[in-house]
């Protein structure tokens, strides 16, 4: 069922916690819903677990959006495994934290695109339990290259 909507992006979300522990998860749901002001948005999967990705993008405001990028997808994919709430994703894998402009939330050094987000607002999507979390473009960092 994941795929029959065929190919959609996978992104690393990460965030940080009010205590500096830091948190990098993989979703495949980043979707576009304006441009002025800039606005992303993701589903977040029921929160009937602990989701520090959610958790700390509710405490702190910020997060960014990594893109996947077939150098990092093994351990993208490794971000997924239920680690406790102090352990970092970044420390389980070869994924590098990286802080741009006093930014809070950390970028993956390794990502093609780097995108910094401010959560403006959720909406409880009632069919399934998920959340539409939906952010704004704060900033863009991006391999010359790929323009």
């Given at each position: 069922?994941?795929?029959?909507?065929?190919?959609?992006?996978?992104?690393?979300?990460?965030?940080?916690?009010?205590?500096?522990?830091?948190?990098?998860?993989?979703?495949?749901?980043?979707?576009?819903?304006?441009?002025?002001?800039?606005?992303?948005?993701?589903?977040?999967?029921?929160?009937?677990?602990?989701?520090?990705?959610?958790?700390?993008?509710?405490?702190?405001?910020?997060?960014?959006?990594?893109?996947?990028?077939?150098?990092?997808?093994?351990?993208?994919?490794?971000?997924?495994?239920?680690?406790?709430?102090?352990v970092s994703e970044f420390d389980k894998t070869d994924l590098t934290e990286i802080y741009k402009d006093d930014f809070f939330a950390p970028?993956?050094?390794?990502?093609?695109?780097?995108?910094?987000?401010?959560?403006?607002?959720?909406?409880?999507?009632?069919?399934?339990?998920?959340?539409?979390?939906?952010?704004?473009?704060?900033?863009?960092?991006?391999?010359?290259?790929?323009?």
């Amino acid at each position: 069922m994941n795929s029959i909507s065929g190919y959609k992006p996978a992104n690393l979300i990460a965030t940080k916690s009010e205590d500096g522990t830091t948190n990098v998860a993989v979703f495949s749901s980043v979707v576009h819903y304006g441009s002025s002001p800039a606005i992303l948005g993701f589903v977040l999967r029921p929160t009937t677990v602990v989701r520090n990705t959610y958790d700390n993008i509710k405490k702190t405001g910020f997060y960014t959006i990594n893109a996947i990028n077939e150098v990092i997808i093994e351990d993208a994919h490794h971000t997924s495994a239920k680690y406790p709430s102090g352990v970092s994703e970044f420390d389980k894998t070869d994924l590098t934290e990286i802080y741009k402009d006093d930014f809070f939330a950390p970028y993956v050094a390794e990502s093609p695109i780097k995108i910094g987000m401010k959560f403006l607002e959720e909406h409880p999507i009632k069919a399934n339990g998920t959340i539409l979390v939906l952010g704004e473009v704060t900033d863009l960092y991006f391999k010359e290259s790929m323009l």
